[in-house]
């Protein structure tokens, strides 16, 4: 539970991301440029019409490639701000019934979000945190990797 309270990591993701995003702006703004160049290569007859159509699709392309990952960044990153938000206020709800002996009315409406009982020997529990319990598995998983990388 520390390593996830503290989540160094979540800061470096930031980081990651807006570093990514500021390369692919500068990418889209080098390609944007370079094809309002080519009509000006045309009208100067420095390239064909037919060179023109193929550079100015392949200027396209790369502009259109580079709009979507500044998008998909940014919705990354938008993910890893709004789940290190909600990340302390489901960590508290957690912590507070983690030493429970038995269920009562408050924590099975915190830490659970369905049950569905199928018969008499089967029932299935679909717990509030378990997105966000999963992700933060992997994210101490991670960082279990990362330090033992780092001790070697």
Known sequence: ?????????LKADVAKFDE?????????EK?????LNLYEDLKDGIISKKEYLQL??????RIGEAE?????YEREMKL??????????WIK????????????RNAAAVMIKRVIVYSADRIEVTYNFEDEFARC??????????HEKEAV
């Open 137 to 146: 598995s992997k994210y101490v998983a991670a960082y279990g990797e990362f």
């Open 93 to 104: 709800d957690f912590k507070q019934y983690r030493n429970i002996q038995s269920l009562d």
């Open 80 to 89: 890893i701000l709004e789940n290190k938000s909600s990340m302390h206020e």
């Open 31 to 35: 390609a944007e440029k370079r094809k």
């Open 68 to 72: 979507t990952a500044v998008g998909s």
């Open 1 to 9: 539970m520390q390593v996830i309270e503290k989540a160094p990591k």
């Open 20 to 28: 990514r995003i500021i390369r692919k702006r500068a990418e889209l």
């Open 56 to 61: 100015k699709a392949e200027y396209d392309r």
